[in-house]
């Protein structure tokens, strides 16, 4: 079954320090992944998505992630945080169901990145 | 012009009540999911539609009955409320076929509190 870990579930950075929020997935085909970040009181907002392109994705805000098959990791990265990147972060994989090309996003359980001056 | 609106962002009820959330798409999505996250802030799936016909319902109480008028439009009716049911519940829609690679639009959340 297709699954998503998410290593620590509290990262704290100083600003302007790199930011490295570790994911690894499990799947017995080409995984579909993706990375949400969650403000405090708000909804899920799409950070970026491996799709079986290229192997380096950049998304909003700064973000990259870099997908590994060989480490079976899709790990999120920032060069430097910044005191608005305090956040909760989601890495998610896509599960497809059996029928009607239909699927589901499984979520980790979530790293809460806190950003100190 | 939001994209996926749920009402009410706060709803407080006591134990036994019963109570709806409402949720609507504006992007043309033909797939619409309930979602849960608990205290802890996990993220679970409970419902999915597809152009009003339903084709995910995870492990929930029957008291949850999900209901989709229109493929723009999910709603989520929850029976004899309990303590248990407090979470945040997520609105999230997406246009699901083979091709489709995006992932899913989220509302912003509904915080249910059962007294």
């Known amino acids: 079954a297709q699954s998503v870990t998410q290593l620590g579930s509290h990262v704290s950075v100083s600003e302007g320090a790199l930011v490295l929020l570790r994911c690894n997935y499990s799947s017995s085909v080409p995984p579909y992944l993706f990375w949400y970040v969650q403000y405090p009181n708000q909804g899920l907002q799409l950070l970026l998505k491996?799709?079986?392109?290229?192997?380096l994705v950049k998304g909003i805000n700064g973000f990259e992630a870099e997908f590994k098959k060989s480490e079976t990791s899709f790990h999120l990265t920032k060069p430097s945080a910044h005191m608005s990147d305090a956040a909760e972060y989601f890495c998610a994989v896509r599960l497809a169901l059996s029928f009607g090309g239909y699927n589901k996003l499984i979520f980790g359980a979530g790293t809460r990145l806190a950003v100190h001056p | 012009d939001t994209a996926v609106s749920q009402t009410p962002k706060y709803l407080v009820t006591q134990m036994g009540n019963d109570k709806s959330i409402k949720c609507e798409q504006n992007?043309?999505?033909?797939?619409m999911y309930w979602y849960k996250q608990d205290s802890k802030k996990f993220l679970k799936i409970m419902f999915s539609y597809n152009n009003k016909e339903l084709i995910i319902n995870e492990t929930v109480p029957n008291r949850f009955s999900p209901k989709s008028p229109d493929k723009a439009h999910l709603n989520l009716h929850i029976n004899s409320l309990e303590l248990g049911d407090s979470a945040v519940y997520f609105c999230?829609?997406?246009?699901?076929?083979?091709?489709?690679?995006?992932?899913?639009?989220f509302g912003s959340g509904t915080r249910l509190t059962v007294v």
């Open positions: 491996y799709t079986s392109a290229a192997t």
């Open positions: 999230a829609s997406s246009q699901d076929n083979e091709r489709s690679n995006y992932g899913y639009t």
């Open positions: 992007l043309g999505h033909d797939t």
